[in-house]
Antibody
Framework: EVQLLESGGGLVQPGGSLRLSCAAS????????MSWVRQAPGRGLEWVSS????????YYADSVKGRFTISRDNSKNTLFLHMYSLSAEDTAMYYC???????????WGQGTLVPVSS | QSVLTQPPSVSAAPGQKVTISCSGS????????VSWYQQLPGTAPKLLIH???KRPSGIPDRFSGSKSGTTATLGITGLQTGDEADYYC???????????FGGGTKLTVL
């Protein structure tokens, strides 16, 4: 059974930094691209970033480019999102998702909440 | 603004059928697969349809997907109160290497 478990969320002040983690199990982690998708309170889904199975090809939404860094540790089946220079606009539930695989995100974690506020 | 355009809400009675549209452009929907996700209140999104019209294991055949040009459509037949949720279309631009979702459609089963 595929499981994705995010952690690392929590209240952070504007301008601060945070590192999110996603522990994966139930599939061959290094074989698949992985992604982060966020959802601001009461809003829709926003793709944030994706990384290839090998970790060599990261991609970012324009809204986070230069501020967020996606990475992975295939030896520990873990995905990361390093977030810097956070602002209120980054307040959201952050979901870890398996994929894209032929364009789909086929499994999602339960999310970790990141409120950015002073 | 979302990359893809969906109606904010749709509604229908139990047992009826509803369709949800998702409009994009040649660069996203036109040249890439479309997926659909169901998000029940307070839960994470769940894959409902992939590759435009394929259902993952466990998804009932009441749910269907189609695509024509730059528009995709999700269909739900035999509506149940348990289908009340937000539905999102999504795509991955394989050329630009960016993902995109619609703004979401809230389904109300009256």
């Amino acid at each position: 059974e595929v499981q994705l478990l995010e952690s690392g969320g929590g209240l952070v002040q504007p301008g601060g930094s945070l590192r999110l983690s996603c522990a994966a199990s139930g599939f061959t982690f290094s074989t698949y691209a992985m992604s982060w998708v966020r959802q601001a309170p009461g809003r829709g889904l926003e793709w944030v970033s994706s990384i290839s199975g090998s970790g060599g090809s990261p991609y970012y939404a324009d809204s986070v480019k230069g501020r967020f860094t996606i990475s992975r540790d295939n030896s520990k089946n873990t995905l990361f999102l390093h977030m810097y220079s956070l602002s209120a606009e980054d307040t959201a539930m952050y979901y870890c998702a398996k994929g894209p695989e032929r364009g789909r995100f086929d499994y999602w974690g339960q999310g970790t909440l990141v409120p950015v506020s002073s | 603004q979302s990359v893809l355009t969906q109606p904010p809400s749709v509604s229908a009675a139990p047992g009826q059928k509803v369709t949800i549209s998702c409009s994009g452009s040649t660069s996203n929907i036109g040249n890439n697969y479309v997926s659909w996700y169901q998000q029940l209140p307070g839960t994470a999104p769940k894959l409902l349809i992939h590759d435009n019209n394929k259902r993952p294991s466990g998804i009932p055949d009441r749910f269907s997907g189609s695509k024509s040009g730059t528009t995709a459509t999700l269909g739900i037949t035999g509506l149940q109160t348990g289908d009340e949720a937000d539905y999102y279309c999504g795509t991955w631009d394989s050329s630009l290497k960016v993902g995109g979702f619609g703004g979401g459609t809230k389904l109300t089963v009256l």
